[in-house]
T-cell receptor, first 113, second 114 residues
Framework: DAKTTQPPSMDCAEGRAANLPCNHS???????VYWYRQIHSQGPQYIIH???NNETNEMASLIITEDRKSSTLILPHATLRDTAVYYC??????????????FGKGTLLTVNP | DTGVSQDPRHKITKRGQNVTFRCDPI?????LYWYRQTLGQGPEFLTY????????KSRLLSDRFSAERPKGSFSTLEIQRTEQGDSAMYLC????????????FGQGTRLTVV
């Protein structure tokens, strides 16, 4: 089962920042927070991941709270092409070192013109 | 590096037929994962390979499903005696290293069983 909780849907105006929340209150010390997104009929696309510190790359920023029980994915200037389902995933050694990604239902982000 | 490649992209088959899908991971990625995704749901884990060894299979992977990864390179997923409930997107992902390294997905194979 997914170890994260996300809102089912969110809206954002084009050009504004999109802030997608995720709760992972049972995260353990060696588990990472990963974000993927999936545009309709395509495979999931990796966005960013982090362990404790905030992270930034060319796509997004990841803010992880100090207690690591929640995080926020920030798309600084959302465009219409950012409309997708966004998945927040806690990934760790679930036994056998397979490091599999366990997806929930994600958040459908709709960017409006 | 061309990313994870899956073939075919679409497959329509009649119930009872066998189908085989292929996944070519990113070169030198030692870990390979298969997922299945039905409409409105997130991807569900099916099985995992480290190099050529299949180390975990989900209970979703019935006896009609078999996966191989000969020589630790490409992988195949075969479904025997397909059923309408097998209609889904089948996704492949690969990664190198441990939990802190990202996994990359292919574009998937859309299977429709009629």
């Amino acid at each position: 089962d997914a170890k994260t909780t996300q809102p089912p849907s969110m809206d954002c105006a084009e050009g504004r920042a999109a802030n997608l929340p995720c709760n992972h209150s049972t995260i353990s010390g060696n588990e990472y927070v990963y974000w993927y997104r999936q545009i309709h009929s395509q495979g999931p696309q990796y966005i960013i991941h982090g362990l404790k510190n905030n992270e930034t790359n060319e796509m997004a920023s990841l803010i992880i709270t100090e207690d690591r029980k929640s995080s926020t994915l920030i798309l600084p200037h959302a465009t219409l092409r950012d409309t997708a389902v966004y998945y927040c995933i806690v990934r760790g050694d679930s036994g056998g070192s397979n490091y599999k990604l366990t997806f929930g239902k994600g958040t459908l982000l709709t960017v409006n013109p | 590096d061309t990313g994870v490649s899956q073939d075919p992209r679409h497959k329509i088959t009649k119930r009872g037929q066998n189908v085989t899908f292929r996944c070519d991971p990113i070169s030198e990625h030692n870990r390979l994962y298969w997922y299945r995704q039905t409409l409105g749901q997130g991807p569900e884990f099916l099985t995992y390979f480290q190099n050529e060894a299949q180390l975990e299979k989900s209970r979703l992977l019935s006896d009609r499903f078999s996966a191989e990864r000969p020589k630790g390179s490409f992988s195949t997923l075969e479904i025997q005696r397909t059923e309408q409930g097998d209609s889904a997107m089948y996704l492949c992902a690969s990664s190198f290293g441990g939990v802190g390294t990202e996994a990359f997905f292919g574009q998937g194979t859309r299977l429709t069983v009629v």
